[in-house]
């Protein structure tokens, strides 16, 4: 219900704008959030927007990374300047149908998951 698209190979400092396309109009009312798994580790929250709106993200994204939504289109996108070596991994889309706060940074709060992009970053 989920389809993201947009990773790549790239150059440290390089841009990439990810996307992820919900099938369903309801997805509009969901806070969505981007994950990401570098290789070998655990995956971790980089951002997350509300249906209203509002954004959050993991310290060492700020100021480089800008997640949007598209109600219209039923997308939420992430804009990623400034990459970095160790932003490499693989990125996810998250819908949570279950949290009922404005967003959330915990996996367990993300009920529908995209199949990932691959964001390869070389420096």
């Known amino acids: 219900q989920l389809v993201e698209s947009g990773g790549g190979l790239v150059q440290a400092g390089g841009s990439l704008r990810l996307s992820c396309a919900a099938s369903?109009?309801?997805?509009?009312?969901?806070?969505m959030a981007w994950f990401r798994q570098p290789p070998g580790k655990e995956r971790e929250f980089v951002a997350a927007?509300?249906?209203?709106?509002?954004?959050y993200y993991t310290n060492s994204v700020k100021g480089r990374f800008t997640m949007s939504r598209d109600n219209a289109k039923i997308t939420v996108y992430l804009q990623i300047n400034s990459l970095q070596p160790e932003d490499t991994g693989i990125y996810y889309c998250?819908?949570?149908?279950?949290?009922?706060?404005?967003?959330?940074?915990?996996?367990?709060?993300?009920?529908?998951w995209g199949q990932g992009t691959q964001v390869t970053v070389s420096s």
């Open positions: 927007i509300s249906n209203g709106g509002s954004t």
């Open positions: 369903l109009r309801t997805f509009i009312n969901y806070p």
């Open positions: 998250a819908a949570s149908r279950i949290f009922h706060g404005t967003a959330s940074r915990e996996i367990v709060d993300y009920d529908t």
